[in-house]
């Protein structure tokens, strides 16, 4: 099995090099970016750096324990530091050193330093990283693979797009589903560790949750209405119509919780007429659909959501602002994705062959009078690719693969 080039991201690392700058890069566990990081590190070996130029440790690894201390790791750094030439240093999983932005700016101090950190949930974004290395840093958010990675590990098995599809959706889009080329039943082993480090280690733990099972409840609540506008207090209703009660400001810690370990990702709405953000009623996707099957058990009305997640997970790797478009009291768009303050609207669905749903689903894309493109995505192999007064139809999968 092939390893799988994560292109979009390598050529990030590469836009960044050699500037004196933190170089961030979080995303879900198990994602790639330890990977990630060795790719570069073969880049850099094969582009004139030497070995001793680099520095790499992962603190997940027992053979670095003695370094979770900031002091005895900047320590180990400096002591391996090549003057006159540039330094790499690669601090992964770096959250397991108490203190770790002490060592990190006394080596940003240095001009021969190039620095490269990762760590596994949003806790080191938007909450600590940005309040311990305020405006020394670029992020990069990583996602497990996209469809187009997934398919390309998988060019070697003569599989069909389609068949390719729903291996995606059954057994997962994380790296290891395609290096080892798991089963369905190894696939939801895998997932299911996966899932418990996440709501033990990330979100129990660091929360001090001491309800489990209402964490547990709420998370499959997320999972069976993907895709669905929820808010605190429709989640804090719901679980006390079913005898389980918990009040709103709870319900939001924990939602805090699952969206800062990156478990789900939130998508706030947007006013497209005043091209604001609205303050409720958002909607929340996880970030793997096989994940999703491990808690609900799926239905046939289910595929028009599970498409909508993989859609939104798409267009976060392809823009850097991602909204669900609200238009007028109650038109909605799936999505409008924003780059240097130009929207894209999508609508998403399972097929538009029947007439009365086109028009359905076309609805709200003519409503809307501007210019910037608008796309109907669909499963639709027959008619995948029309034109409809300038809103383009395309078969989704061709256009995850493009």
Same mark, same amino acid.
């Given at each position: 099995?092939?390893?799988?080039?994560?292109?979009?991201?390598?050529?990030?690392?590469?836009?960044?090099?050699?500037?004196?700058?933190?170089?961030?890069?979080?995303?879900?566990?198990?994602?790639?970016?330890?990977?990630?990081?060795?790719?570069?590190?073969?880049?850099?070996?094969?582009?004139?750096?030497?070995?001793? =130029?680099? !520095? %790499?440790?992962?603190?997940?690894?027992? &053979?670095?324990?003695? +370094?979770?201390?900031?002091?005895? *790791? #900047?320590?180990?750094?400096?002591?391996?530091?090549?003057?006159?030439?540039?330094?790499?240093?690669?601090?992964?999983?770096? =959250?397991? !050193? %108490?203190?770790?932005?002490?060592?990190? &700016?006394?080596?940003? +101090?240095?001009?021969?330093?190039? *620095? #490269?950190?990762?760590?596994?949930?949003?806790?080191?974004?938007?909450?600590?990283?940005?309040?311990?290395?305020?405006?020394?840093?670029?992020?990069?958010?990583?996602?497990?693979?996209?469809?187009?990675?997934?398919?390309?590990?998988?060019?070697?098995?003569?599989?069909?797009?389609?068949?390719?599809?729903?291996?995606?959706?059954?057994?997962?889009?994380?790296?290891?589903?395609?290096?080892?080329?798991?089963?369905?039943?190894?696939?939801?082993?895998?997932?299911?560790?996966?899932?418990?480090?996440?709501?033990?280690?990330?979100?129990?733990?660091?929360?001090?949750?001491?309800?489990?099972?209402?964490?547990?409840?709420?998370?499959?609540?997320?999972?069976?209405?993907?895709?669905?506008?929820?808010?605190?207090?429709?989640?804090?209703?719901?679980?006390?119509?079913?005898?389980?009660?918990?009040?709103?400001?709870?319900?939001?810690?924990?939602?805090?919780?699952?969206?800062?370990?990156?478990?789900?990702?939130?998508?706030?709405?947007?006013?497209?007429?005043?091209?604001?953000?609205?303050?409720?009623?958002?909607?929340?996707?996880?970030?793997?659909?096989?994940?999703?099957?491990?808690?609900?058990?799926?239905?046939?009305?289910?595929?028009?959501?599970?498409?909508?997640?993989?859609?939104?997970?798409?267009?976060?790797?392809?823009?850097?602002?991602?909204?669900?478009?609200?238009?007028?009291?109650?038109?909605?768009?799936?999505?409008?994705?924003?780059?240097?303050?130009?929207?894209?609207?999508?609508?998403?669905?399972?097929?538009?062959?029947?007439?009365?749903?086109?028009?359905?689903?076309?609805?709200?894309?003519?409503?809307?009078?501007?210019?910037?493109?608008?796309?109907?995505?669909?499963?639709?192999?027959?008619?995948?690719?029309?034109?409809?007064?300038?809103?383009?139809?395309?078969?989704?999968?061709?256009?995850?693969?493009?």
């Amino acid at each position: 099995m092939k390893r799988i080039e994560r292109t979009t991201y390598l050529h990030w690392l590469l836009k960044w090099k050699d500037q004196q700058i933190i170089k961030v890069v979080t995303g879900v566990r198990r994602c790639g970016k330890s990977t990630l990081f060795s790719m570069y590190q073969d880049y850099l070996l094969t582009h004139g750096v030497a070995k001793e =130029q680099i !520095v %790499a440790i992962n603190f997940e690894d027992l &053979d670095f324990e003695d +370094l979770t201390d900031y002091k005895a *790791l #900047y320590n180990y750094i400096k002591n391996r530091l090549l003057e006159g030439q540039m330094n790499y240093i690669f601090l992964d999983e770096v =959250q397991h !050193v %108490a203190n770790y932005e002490k060592a990190v &700016d006394s080596l940003l +101090l240095r001009e021969n330093c190039d *620095l #490269y950190l990762t760590g596994s949930n949003g806790y080191m974004l938007s909450g600590e990283l940005a309040t311990l290395l305020t405006g020394r840093y670029v992020e990069l958010s990583m996602l497990p693979l996209s469809f187009k990675e997934f398919y390309s590990g998988l060019a070697d098995e003569n599989l069909s797009v389609n068949e390719t599809f729903n291996l995606y959706v059954r057994n997962g889009s994380f790296p290891y589903a395609v290096r080892y080329g798991y089963g369905e039943q190894e696939a939801r082993e895998y997932m299911s560790g996966i899932y418990n480090t996440i709501l033990l280690n990330d979100i129990v733990k660091r929360l001090n949750v001491a309800d489990v099972n209402m964490l547990e409840n709420i998370t499959r609540f997320l999972m069976h209405n993907i895709g669905n506008r929820t808010s605190p207090t429709t989640i804090a209703n719901t679980m006390t119509s079913q005898r389980m009660k918990i009040d709103p400001k709870t319900v939001d810690r924990y939602l805090r919780g699952l969206t800062d370990s990156l478990l789900f990702y939130e998508a706030r709405r947007y006013n497209i007429k005043g091209k604001k953000l609205l303050a409720s009623m958002n909607k929340y996707y996880v970030c793997d659909v096989a994940m999703r099957s491990l808690l609900v058990r799926s239905q046939d009305s289910d595929i028009g959501h599970i498409l909508e997640n993989i859609v939104y997970l798409e267009l976060k790797r392809r823009y850097p602002e991602v909204y669900v478009g609200q238009f007028g009291a109650d038109g909605e768009v799936d999505f409008v994705a924003i780059r240097d303050s130009m929207p894209t609207y999508f609508q998403v669905t399972q097929t538009t062959l029947d007439e009365h749903v086109l028009a359905r689903e076309l609805a709200p894309l003519r409503k809307i009078r501007d210019n910037y493109p608008k796309y109907l995505l669909t499963l639709d192999e027959v008619f995948g690719d029309m034109n409809y007064d300038g809103i383009q139809k395309k078969n989704v999968l061709h256009w995850l693969l493009s």
